[in-house]
């Protein structure tokens, strides 16, 4: 039993040692697999380790790659904007074009590389293409880039695309609404297709966004003219006279708009005021010539004389001795109006007008001839000159060629059945050929057009009674004295009427009313006789 026991003993010690050296070989073992797993874990730590610093060096690298580009690009803009503002336009064109090789996407380059191929020879078509490419990549990139659609609109305006460069300039003033040059260049072309109200709003615009830019506020009033709008023209030239007090050239246009709105005295200030100020010649001329022709309309021919000679002595100019010469036809110094007459309308011999006053003047002058060839040559150059029909009908009248004067006449009511003028100058020939009934038919036209006018009444009055028209001519007589109740002519002829239709209470009492009106009537002798027998 007891060696069973310590063979028992012996076999538990050998399974225990056994069992230990198999748990230190596993030990071991796991050991071996801990070392080798740690040695896999620091090489991959290491491999890592190695790869951030390979990244961290080309990220390194690439940023300084980047930082060189962009120092180079921001080296390119700087000169090229430098070249632009010297105006070396071939360089800044050289500078942009290789900042835009570095950064194809670099917008701003081709906005300002457009500007400097557009200013680096304006007329070779080439450079114009290749900047207007540069401005719609530039708009591609930046649909907001004012500048680029800007410069579109100077290209295309140059170009005589008119259409064009006015849709490239709206779609930049969209976007930066207050570019003064950009206004003042729509302005332009808006004037340019007579949009006067669009060019005044533009100019306008333009003004307020540069308050320095009086020619604007110029332009929009000389706009404002044109589309009709004297009262909008006249506040913004007074702005402008206010801003630029020595501008001759606005204070005429001012003048202009003063004149359209019928304040004659204060255009006649502003036209002398650009005659003070303004330095041409040309100007100086116009500026005194219209204030002359503002004092003739208003009657005042000393001052229209004065300020006529005054653009004369400036400058000669047909229009101004044509007016001067009207001046003088005016208070009947036919003399002094025929040199000035005869000048304006040698000058311009196809103009109707001149010959029309030149005529005037030799009739005035009493050279009767003379101013039927001229109020001829006036017809011949305008057949429809009613004036210039009217007057020669009358001179032929006085020079009793009546079968001429009927002819023009009769042409002159054709071409305007409203003329009074016309039918009374025509009943007038019709009455000293005796062709009375045809007179008081004329002279009846006349009165529908002017029912109160003395003369044709009293002209109708005699046709009538020269007819045998008794009981007419006594209408047109009554209505004569009712237009005019102090006519002592009208009186006295109606009392001869009476007289002669043997109703001598009533021309009686015609006879004085005659002597009450006119005591001293040079018939009062016969009159008083008539009333007294």
Not at 304 to 317: F, G, R, T
Not at 339 to 344: E, G, K, V
């Amino acid at each position: 039993a007891e060696r069973q026991a310590e063979a028992q003993r012996q076999a538990e010690a050998e399974r225990q040692a056994e069992a230990e050296r198999q748990a230190e070989a596993e030990r071991q073992a796991e050991a071996q697999r801990q070392a080798e797993a740690e040695r896999q874990a620091e090489a991959e730590r290491q491999a890592e380790a190695e790869r951030q610093a390979e990244a961290q060096r080309q990220a390194e690298a690439e940023r300084q790659a980047e930082e060189a580009k962009s120092e180079r690009i921001a080296m390119l803009m700087h000169e090229g904007r430098n070249q632009l503002a010297a105006q070396q336009y071939a360089e800044a064109a050289e500078s942009f074009d290789r900042a835009i090789e570095e950064d194809p996407n670099l917008q701003e380059a081709y906005t300002l590389g457009a500007r400097a191929w557009w200013e680096k020879d304006r007329d070779n078509p080439q450079n114009r293409a290749t900047a207007l490419n540069k401005t719609r990549k530039a708009a591609e990139l930046n649909p907001k880039d004012a500048h680029a659609y800007g410069i579109q609109g100077e290209i295309y305006e140059y170009e005589g695309k008119v259409d064009e460069a006015i849709k490239a300039y709206e779609t930049s003033l969209s976007l930066a609404p207050n570019n003064a040059r950009y206004l003042m260049s729509l302005g332009v072309l808006y004037y340019r297709q007579k949009q006067f109200a669009k060019a005044a709003a533009a100019f306008t615009s333009a003004w307020d966004a540069d308050p320095k830019m009086a020619k604007a506020g110029y332009n929009a009033g000389v706009a404002y003219l044109n589309a009709g709008m004297s009262h909008q023209a006249e506040e913004i030239l007074t702005r402008v006279v206010a801003a630029d007090p020595q501008n001759g050239t606005v204070h005429i246009a001012l003048g202009s708009a003063l004149e359209r709105n019928g304040k004659t005295a204060q255009a006649i200030e502003s036209y002398k005021n650009g005659y003070n100020c303004s330095a041409a010649v040309s100007q100086k001329a116009d500026a005194a010539a219209k204030a002359g022709v503002l004092y003739f309309n208003e009657g005042n021919y000393a001052d229209a004389e004065i300020w006529l000679n005054n653009s004369l002595i400036v400058a000669k100019e047909p229009k101004t001795e044509h007016n001067l010469a009207r001046v003088y036809v005016e208070q009947g110094r036919a003399a002094e109006a025929l040199p000035y007459a005869r000048a304006a309308a040698d000058t311009e011999l196809q103009n109707a007008v001149y010959a029309f006053t030149l005529a005037q003047a030799f009739e005035a002058a009493g050279e009767t001839e003379s101013a039927v060839s001229s109020y001829q040559k006036a017809v011949e150059l305008n057949p429809g000159y009613l004036d210039a029909m009217v007057n020669l009908g009358a001179l032929y009248d006085r020079l009793q060629r009546y079968a001429e004067a009927e002819s023009i006449l009769k042409t002159a009511v054709a071409e305007d059945e409203s003329n009074f003028e016309a039918w009374n100058n025509l009943g007038n020939v019709y009455y000293h050929q005796k062709k009375n009934d045809a007179a008081v038919d004329a002279y009846g036209k006349a009165r529908a057009l002017r029912p109160d006018d003395t003369t044709v009444i009293y002209q109708t009055a005699l046709a009538c009674f020269d007819a045998g028209r008794i009981a007419d001519a006594e209408k047109a007589f009554l209505d004569l004295i009712e237009a005019d109740p102090q006519n002592a002519e009208a009186y006295n002829d109606l009392g001869n009427l009476y007289f002669q239709a043997g109703e001598i209470d009533k021309a009686k009492d015609c006879y004085r009313k005659v002597l009450e009106i006119n005591p001293r009537h040079p018939n009062r002798s016969r009159i008083e006789q008539r009333i007294y027998q």
